[in-house]
Each structure stands twice: as C-alpha cells, then as structure tokens.
C-alpha cells in the first residue's frame, strides 16, 4: 500500500506543477505548498525525490519545470481529472465534489478504462473540450 501512496502523491505533485505552469510564469516549492495546502519542508521532500526520479528539473533560482518525463504523468494525471470531472457533472454530481471525486479516481483507473470514459465524453460534447485544449495549447507554447 504504501508504494502506491507514493505513486499517488507523485502524480498529485506532477499535476500541481503543470496546472501552476499553465497559469503562472514560473513555479515555485511555496507555490506547490500554497496550492495543495502542504507545509513548505514537505514539499521540498517531495520536490528532492521528484527531481532524483527525473520528472523536474529546479533552476538556481528555485523554479522547477516538469522534464519530458514529468510532463507526461502531469498531462496524464490532469487530463484524468477535467474528463472524470466534467464527467460526473453531466451526471448531476455538482461541482466541488465531481473534483474531490476525480482527485482519488484518477489514480485508480486502468488505460483501457480512462480511454472509454475519455471517448465517451468528447462525443458527447461533440469533440470539443476546452480544458483539455488548454493543455494541448500549453504544450505547444513551451520553448
């Protein structure tokens, strides 16, 4: 169990640090912390561990930037999340708790699983997602 805890917390800190890059210039430790409502020393202990896995890269200024590596499990993680998300709103589930749901289910489901849900929802908007275009657009404007 605790081994996939950690496969959790990881993604969480991945997809924190894209959804910070989407907004902001730069990305801080406090920043992760100020989000995710964490103490600054465990985010440091997350962002040593991440950078010695090979998933950021933090300048001497202190900005960390998502390697390709990192980038992939962000934008995996993320896009789990707006599609489960809007998902359980089209349900009648309301908003605060289709997030809170999509937070823990995103971890959990299988490739084969997500890409049906992921299938079903675009044709049910007729292939249009703006949040899942913002990170496409995001991707694209990186040097």
């Known amino acids: 169990m605790k081994a996939y805890e950690t496969h959790e917390s990881s993604e969480n800190y991945l997809e924190s ?13 406090i920043d992760i912390a100020n989000m995710l409502g964490f103490s600054k020393p465990s985010v440091s202990v997350a962002m040593k561990r991440l950078r010695e ?16 590596d990192g980038m992939k499990i ?24 289709a997030g809170q749901d999509a937070c ?29 275009d913002a990170i496409s657009a995001y991707e694209q404007r990186k040097p």
């Open 17 to 29: 640090i894209l959804m910070l890059s989407m907004d902001h210039q730069v990305v801080r430790s």
């Open 53 to 68: 896995e090979g998933m950021i890269t933090v300048d001497s200024n202190g900005y960390i930037t998502l390697t390709e």
């Open 74 to 97: 962000a934008k995996g993680t993320y896009e789990k999340h707006i599609v489960i998300t809007n998902v359980l709103i089209d349900l009648g589930v309301s908003a605060y708790t």
């Open 104 to 132: 823990r289910i995103e971890h959990v489901l299988s490739p084969e699983t997500f890409a049906r849900i992921k299938d079903f929802y675009l044709k049910s908007h007729d292939g249009v997602s703006p949040e899942l």
